[in-house]
């Protein structure tokens, strides 16, 4: 059996805008319903000093950051490190991992998701932050359950 699904272009500046809390923006360019559900590719902006994710790890899927520009500092597993433009750290499932932006600037990554799916809580929470209010820590910690995802 063979996956298809039709060619997706994700023109620079396209894509779907939404809110997250601490001021992260995901820009989803490519979303699970446009590739039969086979990946999903996000890209992200962080605040300078903030927290992108406490170390957790994904039951359902695979996550591969690709960082653009600025430095991030990812936790994987128990080791720290700090990567910068144009370099990339592949996270499999069941594999605790967190990251932050620890410095002064902006840091923008790409983040591909496979299989797709995980986006949807982006979606969700953009729609909470549109209401004027950001979500509460149990109203997250549910929805990450619901996707399959766990603190480490």
Wanted: include cysteine; charge should be negative.
């Amino acid at each position: 059996m063979s996956i298809h699904w039709d060619p997706v272009v994700a023109a620079n500046g396209g894509g779907e805008l939404l809110q997250y809390n601490g001021g992260l923006t995901y820009n989803l360019r490519v979303a699970g319903s446009q590739t039969n559900n086979e990946f999903s590719v996000v890209e992200v902006t962080i605040p300078p000093g903030a927290l992108g994710a406490q170390p957790h790890l994904h039951r359902d899927h695979s996550e591969h950051f690709h960082v653009i520009s600025g430095e991030i500092t990812f936790t994987v597993g128990e080791e720290e490190v700090v990567i910068g433009d144009d370099s990339w750290v592949s996270v499999a499932r069941d594999f605790p991992h967190g990251f932050r932006n620890d410095s002064d600037q902006p840091a923008t990554y790409r983040c591909i998701f496979t299989p797709a799916g995980y986006e949807e809580i982006f979606r969700t929470v953009d729609e909470i932050i549109r209401t004027g209010r950001e979500p509460s820590a149990d109203e997250l910690a549910e929805l990450r359950a619901k996707y399959g995802t766990t603190p480490a």
